[in-house]
Nanobody, 124 residues
Framework: QVQLVESGGGLVQAGGSLRLSCAASGRTFSSYDMGWFRQAPGKEREFVAAIRWSGSSTFYADSVKGRFTISRDNAKNTVYLQMNSLKPEDTAVYYC?????????????????WGQGTQVTVSS
């Protein structure tokens, strides 16, 4: 398994931007498809974005499409989530996750390794 540590969360005003990072341990990072999920208070964890091991394909939830961008740097064992035009409804704990392979509709069950999460709070 791969160990994951998220960073970059914080408090931002609506309309602002944040970039989350997820650092992975292990030499097999480049073999994993990676994803971001989030969980708001009182709600179930939901899919945000995913990226193939090669970076060749990305997937997004409709709620973030056009505002968020997932990317990765396999040389640095890191995956990123650039979040622009943030809204109060984006407030949640954001989790990084790794999967051996995800389908074209990434699901939480595809992912076997998870980070501890980083809080993102968007004020109105």
């Amino acid at each position: 398994q791969v160990q994951l540590v998220e960073s970059g969360g914080g408090l931002v005003q609506a309309g602002g931007s944040l970039r989350l990072s997820c650092a992975a341990s292990g030499r097999t990072f480049s073999s994993y498809d990676m994803g971001w999920f989030r969980q708001a208070p009182g709600k179930e964890r939901e899919f945000v974005a995913a990226i193939r091991w090669s970076g060749s394909s990305t997937f997004y939830a409709d709620s973030v499409k056009g505002r968020f961008t997932i990317s990765r740097d396999n040389a640095k064992n890191t995956v990123y989530l650039q979040m622009n035009s943030l809204k109060p409804e984006d407030t949640a704990v954001y989790y990084c996750a790794a999967a051996w392979v995800v389908g074209n509709n990434p699901h939480e069950a595809d992912f076997g390794s998870w980070g501890q999460g980083t809080q993102v709070t968007v004020s109105s």
